[in-house]
Nanobody, 120 residues
Framework: VQLQASGGGRVEPGGSLRLSCAAS????????MGWYRQAPGKVRELVAS??????NYADSVKGRLTISRDNDKNAVYLQMNSLKPEDTAVYYC????????????????WGRGTQVTVSS
């Protein structure tokens, strides 16, 4: 499965962005799609994941970021609102055949990442 993330960019604090991730093959509701991010000098961290109708979020993004998926389009999205400078990072989408996981090494495929910069 190849994943292509897009939608990153530069935005001012309080602004919004919508990230998209397109998969090259059909994805099932049973598969987990996740968004991770990695800031310079920091470890890659889980932002959000979705399996079927269930979602998981990092505490730092709850209430501001929303993950969704469209299985017909083989796509997953991350709506990012009320962005903060600490949200600045490269965002990666990831695919896992099985149930949700916190650990990056348990995901089977990764996209190349898209840069999100929150700055005034």
């Amino acid at each position: 499965v190849q994943l292509q993330a897009s939608g990153g960019g530069r935005v001012e604090p309080g602004g919004s962005l919508r990230l998209s991730c397109a998969a090259s093959e059909s994805i099932s509701s049973f598969n987990t799609m996740g968004w991770y991010r990695q800031a310079p000098g920091k470890v890659r961290e889980l932002v959000a994941s979705i399996t079927g109708g269930g979602t998981n979020y990092a505490d730092s993004v709850k209430g501001r970021l929303t993950i969704s998926r469209d299985n017909d389009k083989n796509a997953v999205y991350l709506q990012m609102n009320s962005l903060k400078p600490e949200d600045t990072a490269v965002y990666y989408c990831a695919f896992r055949y099985y149930s949700a996981s916190y650990f990056p090494y348990e995901y089977d495929y990764w996209g190349r990442g898209t840069q999100v910069t929150v700055s005034s």
